[in-house]
């Protein structure tokens, strides 16, 4: 029997020196009833033939706008006194994140996990296996949030806020894709990635993987039954699993959002833009029982990479790698 898919271990100790390989551990949390939140992502970028490199990538969201920063540092290294990964002197491990991207933009957080981890992929052998080339979970989809940010001399407290704690991988990232995480006050949530996937001169239609929670029992969506309609700073999207279908929006305006350069191993870029502090409504239809209706209120995250550039997004003018 193979053993069980460890939802924390980082991949990147194990590439080949020949490979090329991309990996993240992020954190996402707002703080309730208000506009303001924070996406915190460790990143380990390694191109073939070439040593990996780590960045600690922090974007502090309001109304007014994001204030990013990120810090490229030389021999990231995996696990160690409860660490996951640690990029110069910060880290994220068991229940604690602590790092500093650049002067004057710092953070201290201690997270616990409200639910089991989120495996996007339906088969442990996915997680394994060569394709596909991009693997997603979340060790932590539901997760509640203290300690402190710091940010250009303003110390912002981090009491009870919630979010999520995610972890990807991959050697190459999906050629589009749309990641959405909300959730709700009553403590449902969502969390799913959907993607376009280049094969030879081919691109796939979406493809999605996730789930929702509602009353604390855990429903898969997925699969190609997947309607998209994105643009920047919007997305319409159903979902469905066994039973069930999620019909919803998520939509933020376009200064609330912060656009990065994400480069695959091989040199190639995507232009992503993330809103953590977005709107979210859905409508979640079972079979037997009448329409829910969920919203969340400026704490929803919705993300799209993109290999075009006339998307009018401001982007960081950090390069990936």
Same mark, same amino acid.
């Given at each position: 029997?193979?053993?069980?898919?460890?939802?924390?271990e980082a991949r990147f100790p194990l590439v080949p020196t020949t490979a090329g390989h991309y990996e993240s551990f992020f954190l996402k949390l707002c703080r309730p009833?208000?506009?303001?939140?924070?996406?915190?992502?460790?990143?380990?970028?390694?191109?073939?033939?070439?040593?990996? #490199?780590?960045?600690?990538?922090? *974007?502090?969201?309001?109304?007014?706008?994001? +204030?990013?920063?990120?810090?490229?540092?030389?021999?990231?290294?995996?696990?160690?006194?409860?660490?996951? #990964? +640690?990029?110069?002197?910060?880290?994220?491990?068991?229940?604690?994140?602590?790092?500093?991207?650049?002067?004057?933009?710092?953070?201290?957080?201690?997270?616990?996990?409200?639910?089991?981890?989120?495996?996007?992929?339906?088969?442990?052998?996915?997680?394994?296996?060569?394709?596909?080339?991009?693997?997603?979970?979340?060790?932590?989809?539901?997760?509640?949030?203290?300690?402190?940010?710091?940010?250009?001399?303003?110390?912002?407290?981090?009491?009870?806020?919630?979010?999520?704690?995610?972890?990807?991988?991959?050697?190459?990232?999906?050629?589009?894709?749309?990641?959405l995480h909300g959730l709700t006050p009553d403590g449902s949530w969502l969390d799913a990635a959907i993607g376009r996937v280049k094969v030879g001169p081919l691109v796939?239609?979406?493809?999605?993987?996730?789930?929702?929670?509602?009353?604390? +029992?855990?429903?898969?969506?997925?699969?190609?039954?997947?309607?998209?309609?994105?643009? *920047?700073?919007?997305?319409?999207?159903?979902?469905?699993?066994?039973?069930?279908? #999620? +019909?919803?929006?998520?939509?933020?305006?376009?200064?609330?959002?912060?656009?990065?350069?994400?480069?695959?191993?091989?040199?190639?870029?995507?232009? *992503?833009?993330?809103?953590?502090?977005?709107?979210?409504?859905?409508?979640?239809?079972?079979?037997?029982?009448?329409?829910?209706?969920?919203? #969340?209120?400026?704490?929803?995250?919705?993300?799209?990479?993109?290999?075009?550039?006339?998307?009018?997004?401001?982007?960081?003018?950090?390069?990936?790698?």
């Amino acid at each position: 029997m193979a053993a069980a898919i460890d939802p924390t271990e980082a991949r990147f100790p194990l590439v080949p020196t020949t490979a090329g390989h991309y990996e993240s551990f992020f954190l996402k949390l707002c703080r309730p009833g208000e506009r303001l939140g924070a996406w915190i992502r460790y990143t380990v970028h390694k191109r073939p033939r070439e040593a990996p #490199v780590g960045s600690l990538w922090f *974007t502090l969201f309001e109304e007014a706008g994001p +204030r990013a920063s990120k810090l490229t540092l030389p021999a990231p290294a995996a696990g160690g006194g409860g660490s996951w #990964v +640690r990029i110069g002197e910060a880290t994220i491990g068991d229940g604690a994140a602590v790092g500093e991207a650049e002067a004057g933009v710092a953070w201290d957080i201690r997270f616990e996990a409200g639910e089991s981890p989120l495996f996007h992929l339906p088969r442990d052998w996915m997680y394994r296996a060569r394709l596909p080339r991009t693997k997603l979970l979340s060790p932590a989809p539901a997760a509640r949030f203290d300690g402190r940010l710091s940010v250009d001399g303003r110390e912002i407290a981090v009491e009870g806020w919630r979010g999520m704690v995610g972890h990807n991988w991959g050697a190459q990232h999906a050629e589009r894709w749309i990641w959405l995480h909300g959730l709700t006050p009553d403590g449902s949530w969502l969390d799913a990635a959907i993607g376009r996937v280049k094969v030879g001169p081919l691109v796939t239609p979406w493809v999605g993987n996730g789930a929702i929670a509602i009353d604390g +029992r855990r429903h898969a969506l997925g699969g190609p039954r997947v309607e998209v309609r994105e643009a *920047t700073d919007r997305c319409e999207f159903v979902l469905r699993g066994r039973g069930i279908a #999620v +019909r919803g929006t998520v939509s933020a305006p376009g200064e609330r959002f912060v656009g990065w350069i994400y480069a695959d191993p091989d040199g190639s870029e995507h232009q *992503t833009v993330n809103c953590s502090i977005a709107d979210m409504r859905f409508s979640v239809e079972r079979e037997g029982r009448s329409p829910l209706e969920l919203a #969340v209120e400026g704490g929803a995250a919705y993300e799209l990479g993109m290999r075009e550039r006339d998307h009018g997004m401001e982007i960081q003018p950090y390069r990936d790698g």
